[in-house]
């Protein structure tokens, strides 16, 4: 089986066939799903067409927006984004749509946590109220769509209620669609120091977990600063192969499900994609 990798760093301008290419020439062999209207129809068939010939896997699209936002007109609006997303991501033939869900924190919140209104932390965002809003988000977008191919996601989030494998398997049996499937960032569940020393145990626990449903990965890396003096410790996303993160164990999971389910890099400059694709790539040369 071939390990999928890709990432950003690479626009799309329109040009289906030049999207395909820029992949292979960058060393990617999935991609994130471009931005364009479900009603470009020739445009979505040339995508289909132009990346199976270059054997680039469309690995998911991103429904970025707070779904559960304060205002129900803006609520609505960014949930018919998100049924718009997963759509195109089925036409696609994306292995799935991703969302953070969203945080009921806004600007007149008392609490303040955080100036990120789109999923930033708020404590009823972990509460059992938060739960059911999650489950039922899930719901809509998927129940709106009724996806073929592409799978309905949410990002795990320290914050949110995707924070634990555990807790994401009980989402998981909740929401009660089969078009719902898991999606794995290791760095985000790097919550403690005590997981922060043991990423590899970690990362074999929740493929235990949430094995029969990962349809895809982000991949990053994470540095924790803090201890004596400073004892409020916090964690750095860093490029693969510059933090704690056990990459060793991450392929190997990722290869044990037996079937392609991307890795895909986020968050950095292109440089540094071109490192995490290249520590990525030596972890798994040396693994084979």
């Known amino acids: 089986m071939t390990l999928r990798l890709g990432g950003y760093g690479i626009d799309y301008t329109g040009d289906p066939e030049a999207y395909a290419r820029a992949h292979v020439a960058f060393g990617y062999n999935a991609a994130y799903m471009p931005n364009i ?11 289909v067409q132009a990346m199976a010939d270059a054997d680039v896997v469309i690995a998911e699209g991103g429904a970025w927006k707070n779904l559960i936002a304060h205002d129900p007109d803006q609520r609505q609006a960014n949930l018919d984004y998100a049924v718009h997303q997963l759509a195109l991501a089925d036409e696609l033939g994306a292995r799935a749509c991703v969302a953070f869900h969203g945080t009921v924190g806004h600007a007149g919140d008392p609490w303040q946590l955080s100036d990120n209104y789109d999923y930033g932390p708020h404590p009823d965002n972990q509460s059992e109220a938060g739960f059911q809003r999650a489950v039922e988000t899930a719901r809509y977008v998927i129940d709106a769509v009724k996806p073929r191919r592409a799978k309905f996601s949410l990002e795990m989030v320290p914050w949110l209620v995707t924070d634990t494998a ?7 049996k909740a929401i009660d669609r089969p078009q719902f499937g898991a999606h794995i960032d290791a760095v985000n ?10 990423t590899g145990r970690m990362i074999r626990e929740a493929f235990a977990l949430l094995g029969p449903w990962i349809v895809s990965c982000h991949a990053k890396d994470i540095v924790m600063q803090g201890g004596p003096g400073t004892i409020s410790f916090h964690f750095d996303e860093v490029p693969p192969g510059q933090g704690n993160l056990d990459y060793g164990a991450y392929i190997a999971e990722i290869e044990k499900l037996g079937r392609d389910v991307p890795l895909m890099l986020e968050h950095f400059d292109v440089p540094g994609y071109r490192r995490g694709l290249a520590h990525i790539k030596a972890v798994a040369g040396a693994a084979a």
């Open 37 to 47: 209207s479900i009603d470009s129809r020739d445009e979505i068939a040339a995508l």
């Open 166 to 172: 555990e807790n994401y398997l009980k989402l998981l």
């Open 189 to 198: 569940m790097v919550i403690t120091p005590r997981l922060y020393f043991n």
